[in-house]
């Protein structure tokens, strides 16, 4: 079945401590992306990458990093966690090296304390 | 850089009555214009998209969605509202070469018996 699957669904850390959101596709897509939720925000893309390493800032790349060193795997990298980046992410993959049409992985909800 | 305004955070109908969901966009190129769906607990799914040619086009589960460049819009509509609608919904602009992705802050449909 062809998904995106992002791991883990749930996660409550406590602020400072590293942590990775891992993203995986298998449609065989050049382009991912993460993105954030918030209430009241819609979605706030934080880092894009078209290809294998190639990777670009979004609106929001602050306190977040990313690598794409196989085509697949998209990992979200949080350094030194902190509350403001408690929030809704999901992961994203698309056909080409364009964002024509999202794939959406099912969200991974992070409580930062 | 592009940016999107949908109005009205909820938009409440009856089952069978039209559904009009509002999007107007900012771009300084010619706009790629989208319509996403997000169910409760799920990740987004692509209902629409206008990138060039003809003005309306058509999506799945009945929608549609008309470009007018006159109007900066892009309202999503539905003839017939199903409760199986009940659902927010993100219309989303992006840049000519389909690297960045800007998300309005959504419009939860509420659909009532």
């Known amino acids: 079945e062809a998904q995106v699957t992002q791991n883990p669904r749930y996660l409550i850390t406590v602020t400072g401590k590293k942590l990775t959101v891992t993203c995986s596709q298998n449609m065989n897509h050049e382009y991912m992306s993460w993105y954030r939720q918030d209430p009241g925000l819609g979605l706030r893309q934080i880092y894009y990458?078209?290809?294998?390493?190639?990777?670009d800032k979004g609106d929001v790349p602050e306190g977040y990093k990313v690598s794409r060193k196989e085509k697949r795997n998209f990992p979200l990298i949080l350094e030194s966690p902190s509350p403001n980046q408690t929030s809704l992410y999901f992961c994203?993959?698309?056909?080409?090296?364009?964002?024509?049409?999202?794939?959406f992985g099912s969200g991974t909800q992070l409580s930062v304390l | 850089a592009q940016s999107v305004t949908q109005l009205g955070s909820h938009v409440s109908v009856s089952e069978g009555a039209l559904v009009l969901l509002r999007c107007n966009y900012s771009s300084s190129v010619p706009p790629y214009l989208f319509w996403y769906v997000q169910y409760p607990n799920q990740g987004l799914q692509l209902l629409l998209k206008y990138t060039t040619g003809a003005t309306l086009v058509k999506g799945i589960n009945g929608f549609e969605a008309e470009f007018k460049k006159s109007e900066t819009s892009f309202h999503l509509t539905k003839p017939s509202a199903h409760m199986s609608d009940a659902a927010e919904y993100f219309c989303?602009?992006?840049?000519?070469?389909?690297?960045?992705?800007?998300f309005g802050k959504g419009t939860m449909l509420l659909v009532s018996p």
């Open positions: 989303a602009v992006t840049n000519s070469g389909y690297s960045t992705l800007t």
């Open positions: 990458s078209m290809n294998v390493e190639v990777t």
């Open positions: 994203a993959s698309s056909f080409g090296t364009t964002n024509e049409k999202l794939f």
